[in-house]
């Protein structure tokens, strides 16, 4: 009778050799798993804190000389600052700055006190407070409206109720830029940074590496092409692949989705120019190192991961830790996030965007410099 179990011991040594032999496959299946531990374990937080707040004060700054008064505002703003929820990081002296830091994506939050609020509390009226709410993060929007609003109830209990039951401090939320809180405005912005990914960083990656694989790449090392000029025309036709996905998207939100594009389209596809250029960098730099597709595969699914988790796409990126937030500076779809949101939702224009937009084309070009120059390496 045959031994089901005959040549195991020659087939198990026989796999073990090629493993031995690919490194870089053992590594990333090992690294993979421990690098999402930490991200998700110490990187990720669900909840909401110190959220980005702007604060025009027009009762603290109008009343300068009446402490009483100006103490008022500022023992409510100092309740805000307290939450751990908001994190005031600038006050600005009118509504037209208030508006500029939020449409420009800087602040989440704009807190307005309005003139009157002093002069209303010690006549022992109601006074009003406006929170300007960005609602293209849903989550951060309904933790801000409610929070501020609970602190608002508590702040009047501490003064007492006046007559008439009403409160002391109303707080008056108002969502903008998303006011129905839609999910897919929230969400198919930023969900274009990350299918984009996989025109321009997973199919370039692929080129120079099937080179290799097919035993071609000497063709092009005897080729009078210099490196830099290979990479820009290994890069190209992928480029225009890109364009043409980055329009289909477009056509997609605004038609299928519905989706209101309250900024520039002209604004969006220059931007967006700068993170296909730095992605199509990222494949060419990918290809330069894999020596197979597999695991080219495999880096591509290391720069997937950090783009999901790390640019702010499904986590807010203040809740993160400050290890884990300065990483997030070095992922570029944290920057084309930022401009796809800003312009589809919140209206932005390239005065508020162009440092995003100067951040990727460097990016770009110095990853696809060092691209160029490994190659350089490859055929000495």
Known sequence: MNNPAQGLGAIFYKEVRHMRRDPMAILFALVIPVLLMIILGTAIDTNIRQVRTVVYDASGSAMMSAVSGSSMSRAFLDRLRNSDTFRIYKYVSSDAELNRELI???????I????????????????????????????????????????????????????????????????MFNPASRSPNFLLPGLMSVLLILVTVLLTAFSIVREKERGTIEQLFVTPVRPLGLMLGKIMPYFVTGTVEFTVIILFMRFVFKIPIHGSVLVLAV??????????????LISSKANSQAEALQMCMVVMLLSIFLSGFMFPRETMPTWAYLASHLVPATYMIQIARGVILRGAGLAQLWINGVV?????????????????????
């Open 104 to 110: 420009a994506g800087r602040a989440s939050v704009g």
């Open 112 to 175: 307005k006190v309005p003139v009157d609020f002093d002069r209303d509390l010690l006549k022992g009226n109601q006074a009003q407070v406006l929170v300007l709410v960005d609602g293209s993060d849903s989550n951060v929007a309904g933790q801000a409206v409610n929070v501020s609003s609970s602190l608002g109830l508590d702040e009047s209990l501490r003064r007492m109720m006046p007559a008439g039951g009403r409160q002391a401090i109303e707080v008056r939320p108002k969502m």
């Open 271 to 284: 931007l967006t120019a700068g993170y296909l250029f730095v992605n199509l960098a990222i494949g060419m």
């Open 360 to 380: 990727l084309f460097a990016m770009g070009a110095g990853l696809l410099l060092l691209a160029a120059k490994r190659f350089k390496n490859m055929t000495v």
